[in-house]
């Protein structure tokens, strides 16, 4: 495959706006009758585009091609009821030192083409977008939040093993959780990611049946070790989706946006994945103040307390992403859910 990115400019008034990138291509060397393959031509249609947002970068993955070194070349074109947008940087302005807005550092190339060479999926480069991060993030949260809560065991003198048996467990149904969770929500039309929430489900399920069947510990120190675990875990590899390009948020103007990648458009968009990183950490390092303080086995009610809390911020962070609602009930019914569950912990907790 290849990716290919046409930097556009999206004008500085107006509101949102639906611009159309043609890309097209041949494949160097060929000699003769280009045979099927030897060339493409594809238009990307990127909805959403705001005006005063900076450099947007739009990319497409083009496949089902030969492969070999290809000159490609993008423009943006007019289609009724869209926008023209003007290639960036704009004519008579050189790109050599420019870069997409701070905090970001982004470089954007001289010249809207180029010769690019096919690879596969995990070495295309995408404005934005590290291809590696995910993957060494996602299994460090993991070995972090184990590592907490067999910290947080050894202090009080707790057996270990087990636990960390019925913690691995938990990752696995949290997993099976965020997907299950993305496919019911995308109603089984898109199956290729995964949603935090149902990962916390199905973590939380395992964990329950942990404290109610006993693993040699009393129920109220499997929550309060495994709550600031998951949490301290999710802030550690919830800014993967940031450099991957998943659970984006919404193209912005606002100065606290930073320029982030869905992989087909580059923009300065709401830091939604930052923020929910940053909350759940925040949540977990302040229940592990409390565990620390109050001891492992006043601290179940806690350790529900922080991840009711989470579930509730959360509801308020995805309206900062930039995909539509599929049930737009969804939030309000998880928000009052969690908040029932914060206030029935609050009370066990003072009580």
């Known amino acids: 495959m290849l990716a290919v990115t046409c930097w556009v400019d999206p004008g500085e008034q107006g509101g949102p706006v639906t611009a159309t990138v043609s890309f097209s291509g041949r494949r160097l060397d060929v000699t003769g009758k280009p045979r099927p393959g030897d060339t493409f031509t594809q238009e990307e249609t990127i909805e959403g585009i ?27 074109v007019a289609r009724p009821g ?37 690879t596969h999926l995990l070495r295309t480069k995408v404005p934005g977008i590290s291809r590696y991060v995910y993957p060494t993030l996602v299994p460090l949260s993991v070995l972090a939040g184990l590592g907490l809560e067999a910290a947080l065991l050894i202090t009080g003198h707790y057996p270990v093993l ?9 990752v696995a149904a949290g997993v099976a959780g965020g997907k299950a969770w993305y496919v019911a929500v995308h109603r089984g039309q898109k199956r290729d990611g995964w949603c935090i929430q149902g990962f916390v489900a199905g973590a939380a399920i395992v964990v329950v049946v942990a404290a109610l069947v006993g693993v040699g510990i009393p129920a109220g120190v499997v929550l309060a070790v495994a709550g600031p675990a998951l949490l301290v875990g999710m802030g550690i590899g919830r800014p993967a989706c940031f450099w991957a390009g998943c659970c984006t948020g919404r193209p912005t103007t606002s100065r606290w946006g930073i320029w982030s990648s869905d992989r087909r458009m580059g923009c300065r968009r709401a830091p939604a994945q ?11 390092l302040g229940l592990l103040a409390y565990v620390l303080v109050a001891g492992l086995p006043q601290s179940g009610p806690a350790a529900a307390a922080g991840l009711a ?41 003072v009580r």
């Open 50 to 76: 705001v005006p005063g947002s900076g450099p947007v970068a739009v990319t497409a993955e083009v496949r089902d091609i030969n492969p070999g070194d290809w000159r490609v070349s993008a423009r943006p």
């Open 82 to 118: 869209q926008s023209l947008l003007q290639p960036y940087p704009p004519d008579g302005q050189a790109a050599g030192d420019l870069r997409v807005p701070p905090p970001r550092r982004v470089s954007i190339p001289a010249e809207p083409g180029g010769t690019v060479h096919t």
């Open 162 to 170: 087990r636990m960390m048996l019925f913690s691995l467990a938990a």
């Open 274 to 284: 930052l923020t929910e990183a940053l909350t759940a950490l925040l949540i977990g």
């Open 309 to 349: 809390a989470y579930t509730l911020a959360r509801q308020f962070i995805l309206g900062m992403r930039g995909e539509p609602r599929v049930w737009r009930h969804g939030r309000v019914v998880t928000a009052v859910i969690a908040a029932i569950a914060l206030v029935v912990s609050v009370v066990l907790l």
